[in-house]
């Protein structure tokens, strides 16, 4: 069974930049899944952020994060990334991976989620 596991969070100033990642363990069959993260701000509901399809040639955006985001996956290491650039306040978060039977906007997931990791942009 597929694992999912998040880091690269933490504390950044409005305008800096952070790189997450999303490790995957379990099942890592890269071919069969794609990912996406998600993230959910305090009081918010849960948003779609970016995923990437199994082969990784493949990538969507969310609208209120595009050209801000960029979504790569490095299938040796099993791990899927997400930089993010210009961060401001309302970029404060949980952010999550998930597993996806395909990349697509309908942003459906399917199977693991990850725990989970805080981003929180303040000066």
């Known amino acids: 069974q597929l694992q999912l596991a998040e880091s690269g969070g933490g504390l950044v100033q409005p305008g800096g930049s952070l790189t997450l990642s999303c490790g995957a363990s379990g099942f890592t069959g890269g071919e069969y899944y794609a990912i996406g993260w998600f993230r959910q701000a305090p009081g918010k509901e849960r948003e779609a952020v970016s995923c990437i399809s199994s082969s990784g040639g493949s990538t969507k955006y969310a609208d209120s994060m595009k050209g801000r985001v960029t979504i790569s996956r490095e299938k040796p290491k099993n791990v899927v990334y997400l930089q993010i650039n210009s961060l401001n306040p309302e970029d404060t978060a949980v952010y999550y991976c998930?597993?996806?039977?395909?990349?697509?906007?309908?942003?459906?997931?399917?199977?693991?989620w990850g725990r989970g990791t805080q981003v929180t942009v303040s000066s």
């Open positions: 998930a597993q996806m039977p395909v990349c697509s906007y309908q942003w459906t997931t399917r199977g693991a």
